[in-house]
């Protein structure tokens, strides 16, 4: 049996709490983290709580004072243990108000949920098969002040999710409203051409991963050529190499996009230099 973490307390992991006014639930008003705990530590968790903490009042959530880095990855460390998972596990962390119409004052104005997964993988590894990627071009990121944040309004990578899915792909590109690359469903993206790394900048919708900037970081004090921009597809499939990133597997390289396929060398030695230290 799993059990989860609400707002400090130990519940069983199918327990029916929401109400069926909840804002998360009826706007997709919240705030999410996901991270990989790894022999009871979470890596860059200095990055997950700057990141959450520097979004709460973006979106007019009020923190309370007890709640800290500190003491959250506590109950993070003491639920893993719980679900006898503290080797290797998935925690997701969900911050979100209250009940409420559009125009309603929350009934609270602050409330989080901590669940966690058992991995099967104890460590982590750069995959062996190379991902296949395709374009999702049904939907458009809005590039706008909360484009970067991590919030429970997730509908349009969720359907690009289901979209892979059903073309049997691994992920799928996602652009902006401008055409351009974004992200993936749950990654960010970066390619190598002559050398140089490549990923969208910021102010073009994309997520502002905690792994992408663990990366760009690291390129950057090693000397690694580095460059944020704005890119196309074209561009994309006109790479050497091709990785997405995020703070659960580190890099993972893509074999192909669409008809483009790509090689690994780059990306491999970026996992084994910048990932697997961290892990």
Known sequence: MLYLNYNGKTLAADATFLHPDNRAFRYGEGLFETMRLHKGKIPLWHRHWNRLTASLP????????????????????????????????????????GEGG?????????????????VENNEVRMNE??????????????CDA???????????????AQYARQQKWNEAVVLNQHGRVCDATIANIF???????????????????????????????????????LYTTAQLKDADEV?????????????????KQFSYGLSTQFFQQFIKPLF
């Open 58 to 97: 973006k979106l007019y959530f009020e923190q309370p004072p007890h709640f800290s880095s500190v003491q959250l990855q506590e109950e993070v460390v003491k639920l893993a243990a719980k679900n006898k998972c503290t080797t290797a596990a998935r925690v997701r962390i969900t911050v979100f108000k």
């Open 102 to 118: 559009l125009w309603e004052h929350p009934s609270s104005m602050f409330n989080y949920i901590i669940q966690c997964w058992p």
């Open 129 to 142: 098969n190379g991902l296949d990627l395709g374009l999702f071009e049904q939907g458009r990121k809005v």
């Open 146 to 160: 909360f484009s970067n944040f991590k919030t429970n309004n997730y509908l349009l990578y969720a359907l690009a």
């Open 191 to 229: 390619f190598v051409k002559n050398e140089i790394a490549h990923t969208p900048q910021l102010s073009e919708g994309c997520v502002e991963g905690v792994m992408r900037a663990h990366l760009i970081e690291s390129f950057t004090k090693n000397k690694i050529p580095i460059e944020e921009g």
């Open 243 to 259: 990785f997405l990133t995020n703070a659960f597997y580190g890099i993972r390289w893509v074999k192909q996009f669409e008809a």
